[in-house]
């Protein structure tokens, strides 16, 4: 069954009948299955963070809808959160303060929120750097303290836009290996945006490569290989 519906969305930035408008995206049509991994491939510039933002709810598009499970996606909500290539993470809280926080809108009390924070650390390999502030640790464990906040509400999506491209070679091949972990064990549907072939088609079920100006899919690639 489809969960995302992606039905020939269009995003103009500017006034579109100004000669500095930019057509980003044009007539992007995608269905995305449940639990599927979703490499979603392109030079910089394409559209890609433009069609993840839409499918997040951060903007709208101008043109086309998205649907989720049937309904159309009009804003931001907790069943589908977001990673960023620059972790986002708020610089006040400890690692284990920020976690928590993405577990605010589901109403537990302070100790629950301990123990599924504690839990998250867990999955993420931090186990030991939870009272560590970020600027405290390196970039890969900030990126699994991201990864770790955007899993805490138990989300269906996972949205994540260039999560590995601030970090270094090594790095980024262990996050990789991580996320494919993480991400088959909970059972999400993950849509992860990339310019970088090779880490496209090792973690994904399925490339969609997108060509620039304006932004389409070009084809779409199942990857046959199993995930690690
Ligand atoms: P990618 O993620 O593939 O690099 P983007 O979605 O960021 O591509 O950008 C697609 C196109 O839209 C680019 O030409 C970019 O300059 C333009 N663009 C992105 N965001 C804005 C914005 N807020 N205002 C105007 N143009 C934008
Ligand atoms: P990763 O995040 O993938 O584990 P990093 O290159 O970020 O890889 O870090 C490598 C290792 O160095 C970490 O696993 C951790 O054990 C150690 N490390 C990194 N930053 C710190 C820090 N601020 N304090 C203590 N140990 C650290």
Not at 13 to 34: H, I, Q
Not at 39 to 59: E, H, R, W
Not at 174 to 203: D, M, N, P, Y
Request: a neutral charge; glycine letters at 10%.
């Amino acid at each position: 069954p489809v969960q995302i519906s992606i039905q020939n969305v269009g995003k103009i930035y500017g006034d579109p009948n100004a000669e500095s408008a930019v057509v980003a995206l044009d007539g992007v049509t995608l269905g995305v299955r449940r639990g599927e991994f979703i490499s979603l491939l392109g030079p910089s510039g394409c559209g890609k963070s433009t069609l993840l933002g839409i499918v997040a709810g951060f903007q709208p598009a101008s043109s086309g809808q998205v649907l989720q499970d049937g309904r159309p996606i009009t804003r931001p909500g907790p069943t589908r959160t977001v990673v960023f290539q620059d972790y986002a993470l708020f610089g006040w809280m400890t690692i284990q303060a920020n976690i928590e926080f993405g577990l605010k809108a589901k109403g537990l009390s302070k100790r629950e929120r301990g123990e599924v924070a504690r839990s998250l650390i867990d999955t993420v390999r931090l186990t030991g750097f939870e009272d560590k502030y970020p600027h405290e640790v390196s970039g890969g464990m900030k990126q699994r303290a991201a990864i770790a906040r955007a899993l805490a509400p138990d989300p269906d999506i996972l949205l994540m836009d260039e999560p590995f491209g601030a970090l270094d070679a090594q790095t980024r091949v262990l996050l990789q290996e991580e996320i494919a972990r993480i991400s088959s064990e909970a059972g999400k549907t993950v849509l992860f945006v990339t310019h970088g072939i090779e880490e496209a088609v090792f973690l994904a079920d399925r490339v969609v490569v997108m060509s620039p100006r304006p932004g389409r899919v070009r084809e779409e690639v199942a990857v046959p290989l199993p995930r690690p």
